[in-house]
């Protein structure tokens, strides 16, 4: 089998967002904002933007494999929204925090939420000991 499979993520993002809606939670989407995402930027804060999915809070919501795209009011202006897949870096319940978390998956995405590089005379930071994985809600 030569081609390559299509990617699990929007799948995921469907469901959580579906089960969400179907519990009476607020789907929330993290996003790592790029250069071919289209957000307001003025409400992007480090590199990142945090998006109400439900229905009541957006109009014409697609979930497509390539990416999501929707109409929603920020400050009483409708915006259009675009987010490429590849940049949604989480979708949770704000409620509750349950959810899922992604690494991105482009090079633009990657380079949006990247930390720092330590300089080449400072050693690394020892990575972070074990234990379960936790979603935090940014904000």
């Known amino acids: 089998m030569n081609a390559k499979l299509p990617s699990t993520k929007p ?22 904002v790029g250069a071919s995402t289209r957000v307001p930027r003025e409400h992007v804060r480090d590199g990142q933007i945090v998006l109400n999915v439900d229905y009541e809070a957006t109009a014409q919501l697609e979930i497509a494999n390539e990416g999501i795209s929707f109409q929603a009011r920020f400050a009483g202006v409708a915006r259009d929204i675009w987010i490429p897949m590849g940049n949604v870096s989480a979708i949770y319940a704000r409620e509750n925090g349950a959810g899922m978390a992604f690494e991105p998956e482009s090079a633009e995405a990657a380079g949006a939420a990247a930390e720092p590089q330590p300089e080449a005379d400072q050693p690394p930071e020892p990575p972070h000991s074990g234990g379960r994985a936790r979603l935090q809600r940014v904000k």
């Open 11 to 32: 799948y995921l993002v469907r469901a959580i967002h579906q089960w969400c809606c179907d519990n009476g939670f607020t789907p929330y989407l993290a996003v790592a």
